[in-house]
């Protein structure tokens, strides 16, 4: 073997590289940890990236630059505007459609080298790599499928509540079946190549019909799921090309997006089966009198402004209502003004709230709210009955006492954000209509509670506005 290369035949430059980019991916994951550091983790992770495709462009086995020089500046044309023109509202769309693009890159990735080992090299067709290939086939394509569904049900190009039919998860169990069925009779008989299209086919049909019946708010934990899919496919590919790189940032990436997934089943007192096949947040018609008529307090921009600046606490808590209004530069001219005035504003942010993990955490940032204010749900709960006002933005489920107390409510048992044991609290919310799980916010009709009516980001900007000419 020659002095230059490892045991595992890598040119040393490229050994290298890996383990710098392994260290350097580790390091990102940590960093993504806290708000404080979450930009270090980001450059890391890219650097780590950029390290990794250093070290693999200088390997032997590549005969030709053709390919990869044409479908980098393919991705780059794509990629690029994707990065500069996405608003930071779409960002979970945009986060979909990324892992989108990485299942289609595994799942091609297998079908191709499938085709190519059987007319080239068909020693390699063992029954461990093809049922490795066929596993990274199976979720890269699932995943594919399934987040350009998710991407769908965000941007409200498909209805957003869960489409579901009769039996609509035995069929989807059937379908699954037949996949892996086929799977395993490649497996074990690798020859069969007629079966491995209808193989990847019902692997995509399978992506679409697994995301049909989840709701629009159960986004952040499905994100989360399909980004552990796109790791654990991108690991597969890893042991089927034998990549040690592959392996590690697919299996990096396929763990911490199960961990994150666990995280957010557990802020909705949910399990996995429950978000996957549970079809939850699914209205229910009611009669004109299965609904006892209350009656709610509210206030305009000027009388809400005036109770703002008056106090010494207010806690704020955004939901996806802010995001869908885009009014988190609005929010940041009200935490700056209440703060000129001497009112300690502090921001409590639950795991779920928004369309994808840290979502709420991504859109302060964007508006340059300062990080040490950003308190997670366990943080800020402490901090609530010593607060003067909890002002709502846009959040509705995820602040509902009935979680604490209803054993018929369908979030019974979900951890709030404890908004109610405020001196006063305020919501801005656009009508009376229930959350995502079709029920109505006890908050709203508390003696404490006022509602203010509107739009967030103009409602705010009102509340800005007043505050201001009040000197």
Request: proline share 5%; glycine share 8%; aromatic share 8%.
């Amino acid at each position: 073997m020659p002095i230059h290369q490892l045991s595992n035949s890598l040119p040393i430059f490229t050994s290298i590289t890996y383990l710098v980019a392994a260290v350097l991916f580790i390091l990102s994951l940590k960093w993504l940890n806290g708000p404080s550091t979450a930009r270090r983790g980001v450059l890391a992770g890219e650097l780590g990236m950029a390290v990794a495709i250093a070290g693999t462009l200088v390997l032997p086995s590549i005969e030709s630059f053709k390919w990869i020089i044409i479908t980098l500046l393919l991705g780059t044309a794509v990629g690029v505007p994707i990065a500069v023109l996405t608003p930071m509202t779409a960002v979970p769309q945009r986060t979909a459609l990324s892992h989108s693009f990485g299942g289609l890159a595994v799942g091609c990735v297998g079908v191709a080298e499938f085709f190519l080992w059987h007319a080239r090299e068909p020693e390699k067709l063992t029954h461990f790599n093809v049922g490795v290939l066929c596993l990274e086939v199976l979720l890269g394509f699932l995943t594919f499928t399934g987040s350009l569904m998710a991407v769908a049900k965000l941007q409200e190009l498909i209805p957003t509540r869960p489409m579901t039919y009769k039996g609509q998860n035995v069929i989807n169990f059937i379908l699954l079946g037949i996949a892996i069925l086929l799977g395993v009779w490649l497996t074990v008989d690798p020859s069969q190549t007629a079966l491995f299209l209808p193989f990847a086919v019902m692997a995509m049909i399978f992506g679409v019909l697994l995301i049909l019946p989840i709701g629009g708010a159960d986004m952040p934990t499905v994100i989360a799921l399909l980004n552990s899919y796109a790791g654990l496919s991108a690991s597969a590919m890893g042991f089927v090309l034998n990549n040690k790189m592959l392996i590690i940032a697919g299996t990096l990436d396929g763990a911490s997006g199960f961990i994150l997934s666990v995280i957010m089943c557990k802020a909705m007192n949910r399990s996995f089966t429950n978000v996957l096949f549970g079809a939850f947040g699914q209205v229910v018609a009611k009669g004109p009198d299965a609904k006892e008529q209350r009656s709610v307090r509210s206030a305009q921009a000027e009388e809400a402004a005036e109770i703002l600046q008056s106090c010494s606490s207010v806690v704020i808590v955004p939901g996806y209502g802010m995001a869908v209004a885009q009014a988190q530069h609005k929010v940041r001219e009200l935490y700056d003004a209440l703060t000129k005035k001497g009112v300690d504003v502090k921001f409590g942010i639950h795991p779920v709230a928004g369309r994808m993990p840290g979502h709420m955490n991504v859109l302060l940032a964007e508006a340059d709210i300062p990080y040490d204010q950003l308190y997670e749900m366990d943080d800020i709960n402490p901090e609530l009955p010593r607060t003067d006002v909890a002002l709502i933005i846009g959040a509705n489920d995820v602040t509902n006492p009935a979680a604490r107390h209803d054993k018929s409510s369908p979030i019974y048992g979900m951890p709030i954000i404890d908004v109610d044991k405020a001196s006063s609290v305020m919501v801005i919310k656009r009508s009376m209509n229930s959350g995502f799980a079709g029920i109505d916010n006890e908050l709203y009709f508390m003696d404490k509670t006022l509602m203010l009516f509107g739009d967030a980001k103009t409602f705010v900007g009102d509340m800005v506005k007043a505050i201001a000419e009040n000197h």
